[in-house]
């Protein structure tokens, strides 16, 4: 369709390797930019072969998804069966896509914030992320990341050639990886802008629109010598960071204990509304969040924390008990 009206549009091919993470990783391995372990599981005894050849941890997700819903960190052979009802089971707007085992790589996660052009890649930010260990849900963000040049300058050639492999020529796009002691490993990315905000603590840290500069691109602009321009201009030193709240409880969302439906701090957000379900994973999982700028990245992140922790809730919770004797 984009093709018809004569805008830029990324071709069936790209969309489809993005979106299937399977895909994706099979389209990196052919052409050599990664060779993680990766394979689709149709039930616990695929995901038990996958451990014997692959080792443990490993992770098990849907093939297709968003908001880590269905993501498990599998420890040993004892969690296969947990890790894989958790991933083949239905989320919202996502139904049933299947099951993906793939190698756990450690090291301090990131993402990156690019412009694409041509077939030409620009990073915009690198941002440090931070997520639960055990549910992979993303509680922190701080750009741009802490690095080192010679580290900085890695995951952005890493994430360019990722992001050839895929096809892409033009637009944002949001890649997650993992800085390990081999080097970079991409997680999975995305066609568009980084979500929990991201695009705006982009625009705020290094002044770059991402949405803008994604509008003027549609409509025929040639943007990334104006986002160079802007990356080069010499801003002053800033950091933005987020910093979310996800208790790890089940039952009713009451409020703030004040009984206020808003906390009077503009950077500070509830994101529940009062009588929702607590589901204890996934994205959705998180009540609150609260953004905060400073000179460098562990400053904000200091004051984002601070001002979440600030915070306290009413929640309504059922026992499970059917009594004693």
């Keep these: ?72 960190l599998v420890r040993s052979p004892e969690e296969a069966a947990a890790a894989y009802r958790a991933a083949s089971g239905d989320f919202p707007g996502i139904t049933r896509l299947g099951v993906l085992a793939e190698q756990y790589h450690s090291g301090p996660q990131y993402s990156v914030e690019a412009f694409s052009e041509a077939g030409e890649h620009v990073v915009v930010a690198i941002t440090r992320k931070y997520s639960d260990p055990e549910n992979m849900v993303e509680l922190g963000h701080v750009l741009p990341a802490p690095l080192d040049a010679g580290a900085e300058e890695a995951i952005g050639c890493h994430v360019g050639r990722v992001l050839d492999a895929l096809g892409v020529e033009f637009g944002p796009t949001h890649t997650e990886i ?23 603590l982009a625009k705020d840290a290094v002044g770059v629109d991402m949405i803008d500069f994604q509008t003027r691109q549609t409509f025929g602009d040639k943007v990334l010598p ?44 509830v994101l529940l509304a009062p009588g929702s379900e607590l589901t204890g994973h996934g994205s959705f999982a998180r009540i609150a969040r609260a953004r905060a700028s400073a000179p460098t990245a562990a400053e904000a992140l200091d004051r984002a924390r601070s001002k979440v922790d600030g915070l306290s809730f009413l929640f309504r919770v059922s026992s499970t008990e059917t009594g004693t004797v």
């Excluded at 995305?190 to 705006?200: A, E, Q, S, T, Y």
């Design 226 to 269: 104006d986002i160079r321009a802007i990356l080069e201009s010499g801003r002053a030193p800033r950091c933005e960071a987020i910093w979310y709240t996800a208790p790890k409880a089940h039952g009713t969302f009451i409020g703030l204990a004040d009984g206020e439906a808003q906390s009077p701090d503009a950077d500070v957000a």
């Design 1 to 72: 369709m984009g093709a018809a009206l004569g805008i830029a549009t990324h071709s069936p091919e790209t969309v489809s390797l993005v979106q299937d993470k399977h895909a994706m990783r099979e389209r990196l391995r052919q052409v050599g930019v990664e060779d993680t372990a990766s394979g689709r599981a149709y039930g616990e005894a695929d995901l038990l072969a996958f451990g014997e050849s692959a080792g443990y941890p490993f992770i098990v997700k849907p093939t297709a998804g968003t908001a880590s819903f269905g993501v498990t």
């Design 178 to 200: 993992v800085l390990t002691t081999e080097g970079p490993r991409v997680i999975e990315t995305h066609l568009r802008v980084g979500g929990d905000d991201i695009f705006n």
